[in-house]
C-alpha cells in the first residue's frame, strides 16, 4: 500500500495526539485513504519527555530544521505554535515543495495572507482546519459545503477558555477573578490568559471565517475586540431577567461593500442555540443565503479533538498527492485572482440594541439627565430597570435600547459618565436579538 | 473558463432550486471554483408549468432520458424521487460513465449498494450529501472531517415533519391528528404523511449514515422502526415534568461486533442540545473516538436548503472532473474492499431506560400486581408516580425503569396488558439520559 510521509513539528499536547492517532487509526484511516499515512519524522525541542506514547526509534529528534529538510516528506504538520520559529518553518517547508498542514491560529491569522501567496508559488497545499473550532469541521464547511452560498454572517463561540469562565460565572455567581483561578487550576485557562479573556484568540478564529466567508484577504488588525475581564455577576443575572445570556462571541457580517467583523461579550436570548453552549464547548453558526442557518457544535481544543482535525486535513492532502491534485481546493475558498479586499467598518460605525447598566446616586432627577443625554444622541430606550440594590450609595439602573450606532451610544456613555450622579462608568453590552424591534 | 456540464433529471422543488442556484449564483461558483457549472439540460414531465426561474430556450424538456443519453453532459443530477424511474436512470447515467448526483434517500437506503456498485464498475463518483439533513455537511463530515475517528454512535432528529408535529404537541398541547392536519394545511406534511411520520424517513437516513460511519454496506432492512403517531399530549406532558423532551430520533451505536440502528420516539434531557432543537430543523450529534461529540444542526429540506447541499456535490465533483480523479473519496467512506458487513442487532437484544405509563384501574393491589410482573423480568424501576387524573375510571402510573433489556420490558408489558386492572395498553418510550444511572 502506497505511503505518505508525514513530518511533525511540535510534539506538545496537540503535538502528540495527532502522532497518537496516527499510530493508534493507523488501519482504520488506511481502509479509508486507501495508503498509509507514517509519521516518518517528529521534533520537540525535548524528544526525551514522557508522552504517554512510544515512538518507533529514531523517529522523535530534536531539531525541527531537520524535519523540514528531510527527503522523502510529503506534509509537514506544523504544532509549534506562535509566530516566530512556526512561520519560519512553515515558509521554508513550502519553499522545499511540502504541503503544510498547521492549527496555528495566530500565526494564519497575522501572517496567512503571506504564507498563502507562498503556498501558491510553490503549488503546494496548506490547510488549517484545526485553527478555528478544534474538531468542528467549520473550514471545510465553509470552502466546500456552503460553495453555492452567499455568506451572509456568522455568529461563535471560538474560545473554550472564555465560555468556561461565562458559564461559570453564570452558574455559580463567581466573580471573573474567581471563575478563572478555577480555570486556570482545571486546566481550561492558561497561566497568562491574556490572550483567551481579552478576545484575541477569539479574533485571530472569526478573522480566519470571515475571509474564507467573503473571500477577501485576512485582516487580522481591523477586528473589534473586547475581552470579558469587564463581565460582572450582576450583568449576567440581569441577563437572566431579560432572558439573556452572556458568552463571548465573534460576529462577522457581510454589510453590502463592508464587513462587521468584532468580538465582545453579547447577550443571546435563551432561545438561541448558542446559548445552551456550554463549558469550554464550541459552536458556530454561518448564514447563507440559501442554506439559511447551519450551527456546527463540538470540543474547540484539547489535544484528540484538535488532531482528529489535523488528520482530516492529512487525509484530504493524501487524496491530493495520491491524485496529483494541488490546489484543488483554494486556500480561503476562492480562486486567488477573485480575493478582494472588503473593509471591516470601524465599531463605531455598527448599529446594535445595547444593555446599558448604570450605577447612579438615587436622588430625584437623575432618572431624567440620563435619558436626557441618551434621547439627544438619538438613543431610544425599550425599557428601563430600577433595581433595588445599593452598593455604596448608588443603585444599579439598566436600561435596553432600541437599535442604535455604536458611535452614539459611546459619545452618550461618556456624557453620563460625566455627570455628577453616575457612581462608576457605565456597562455596556451588545445584544443579539432577531426578535427584538428596532 | 472551463465549463462543466449538467443535466437535471426532475423539476419540482428541489430540481428548481437547484437550477435556481446554478443561474443566480453562476458568478460566485465559479469565482470559488475556477470553472463555471452549466445546466446544460434539464427534464420534466411538466415542462411548461411556472416555476418561477427562466430556462434558456430549449433547456427544459419533458424527456429525461434524452438528458442521460446527451453527449457532453458530465454530471447528471437526479431530483425525481422515488425508486423506479430515477433508479433506472441513474443506473443508466452511471453506464454512460456520467457522475451521479441525488437527493433521494429512499433509493439510495434501498438500492444504494447496487448503485455503488454499478459506479465502482464504470469509475464514476456518486454523492448524495442532500440525501440526509438537507443542508447540513453530515455526510461530507463523516466521509472526510472524521476520517480518523472511529465513530462510536449517532443521534438524529432527521425528519422536519416529525419534528413540527411533536414541537406542535409539546407547546400547544394539540393531539397528533392535530397536529398533523396543521402540518400538512403549512405545507410541512405530505398529504399522506405515512413515509415521515411512521419513521421510514428517517430510518432512510439512519441506514444511510450508519453505512458511512462503520463501513458497512447500507443495510435498512433490519432498521428498528416506530413512528410517531401513538404519542399522546399527555405524555409529553410528562415528559417536561421529568426534564425531557419527546423528539423521534435516528439512533445508530457501534457495539463491538453489532450495531444498533433504530428510530423511535425518544425522551431526551432539556440540557442536551437536541431538545432545543424544535420545529422543523434537524440535526445530528455523531460520537467520534478522538472528536468526542460532535453535532450539525440546519434545514434538513426544502428548495434552497437542500439545493445547497446538491451544489455543494457537484462543486466536488467539478473538482473531481477538472483533475481527473473520481472516487478521490470512497463513495460509502471506506476503500471498497474494507466495506464488511455488521449486523444490526434486533431491538429486542438493545438495552435502554424506559419510560412505561400504565392506566390501571384505581383499586387496591394493583400497583403491587404490576410491579410484580416487572420484577420477575428483571426490570428494575427507580421511580413511579401515580398522576391524579381519572379517564374512564382509569389513572395514569408512570413508572422510570433502570437500564433493562427491550426483550424483558416487552415481555413484561404484554403480561400486565393482559391484567383485568389494565385499561389499556402500556404507553413505552425509550429514554437516551447518559447522567441516568443503569
Known amino acids: 500500500m502506497r505511503e505518505i510521509n508525514i513530518g511533525l513539528l511540535g510534539c506538545g499536547t496537540v503535538g502528540t495526539g495527532v502522532a497518537k492517532l496516527l499510530f493508534e487509526q493507523r488501519d482504520l484511516i488506511a481502509a479509508r485513504l486507501g495508503a498509509v499515512l507514517v509519521l516518518r519524522r517528529a521534533a520537540d525541542l525535548d524528544p526525551d519527555r514522557d508522552r504517554g506514547i512510544r515512538f518507533p526509534d529514531g523517529v522523535l529528534i530534536s531539531d525541527a530544521r531537520k524535519v523540514v529538510e528531510e527527503p522523502g516528506i510529503d506534509i509537514i504538520v506544523e504544532m509549534i505554535g506562535g509566530e516566530g520559529i512556526a512561520r519560519e518553518l512553515i515558509l521554508k517547508a513550502i519553499e522545499r515543495g511540502r504541503h503544510v498542514v498547521t492549527a496555528n491560529k495566530a500565526l494564519i491569522a497575522a501572517h496567512g495572507n503571506e504564507i498563502i501567496s507562498s503556498a501558491a508559488e510553490n503549488k503546494v497545499d496548506l490547510y488549517f482546519e484545526a485553527s478555528v473550532g478544534g474538531c468542528m469541521p467549520i473550514i471545510k464547511t465553509l470552502r466546500e459545503s456552503l460553495v453555492g452560498n452567499r455568506i451572509a454572517a456568522m455568529t461563535g463561540i471560538l474560545n473554550g477558555t472564555c465560555n468556561y469562565i461565562l458559564s461559570k460565572i453564570t452558574d455559580e455567581g463567581s466573580t471573573f477573578a474567581d471563575a478563572l483561578a478555577v480555570a486556570q487550576r482545571q486546566g481550561y485557562a492558561e497561566a497568562d490568559p491574556t490572550l483567551d479573556v481579552e478576545g484575541y484568540d477569539t479574533a485571530h478564529k472569526i478573522a480566519i471565517l470571515s475571509a474564507l466567508a467573503y473571500g477577501t484577504p485576512i485582516n487580522l488588525k481591523d477586528v473589534y475586540i473586547e475581552g470579558i475581564a469587564h463581565i460582572t455577576p450582576m450583568d449576567i443575572e440581569f441577563a437572566g431577567q431579560f432572558g439573556y445570556r452572556i ?44 442554506s439559511g442557518d447551519i450551527l456546527l457544535y463540538g470540543r474547540g481544543a484539547g489535544m484528540l479533538p484538535t488532531a482528529s482535525a489535523v488528520v482530516a486535513d492529512l487525509v484530504d492532502l493524501a487524496r491530493n498527492i495520491l491524485s496529483g491534485t494541488a490546489g484543488r481546493v483554494p486556500v480561503l475558498g476562492f480562486q486567488p485572482d477573485k480575493i478582494r479586499a472588503i473593509p471591516i467598518m470601524p465599531i463605531d460605525q455598527i448599529s446594535s440594541h445595547y444593555y446599558i447598566r448604570f450605577s447612579v446616586l438615587d436622588r430625584p432627577g437623575v432618572l431624567s439627565a440620563v435619558s436626557g443625554i441618551l434621547g439627544r444622541h438619538g438613543i431610544s430606550i425599550q425599557s428601563v430597570h430600577q433595581k433595588g440594590r445599593k452598593t455604596d450609595g448608588a443603585v444599579p439602573v439598566v436600561m435596553l435600547s432600541h437599535r442604535a450606532r455604536e458611535a452614539s451610544v459611546q459619545k452618550a456613555l461618556r456624557e453620563i459618565a460625566a455627570l455628577e450622579v453616575t457612581a462608576a462608568r457605565p456597562a455596556l453590552i451588545r445584544i443579539e436579538d432577531e426578535s427584538l424591534e428596532d
Not at 457580517?253 to 446559548?275: C, Q, W, Y
Request: a positive charge.
Open 247 to 290: 458568552k463571548l462571541l465573534a460576529i462577522s457580517k457581510h454589510r453590502g461593500d463592508a464587513v462587521e467583523a468584532r468580538v465582545h461579550p453579547t447577550m443571546i436570548p435563551f432561545g438561541n442555540l448558542l446559548s445552551n453552549v456550554n463549558g469550554t464547548l464550541n459552536a458556530v453558526t454561518v448564514s447563507g443565503d440559501a
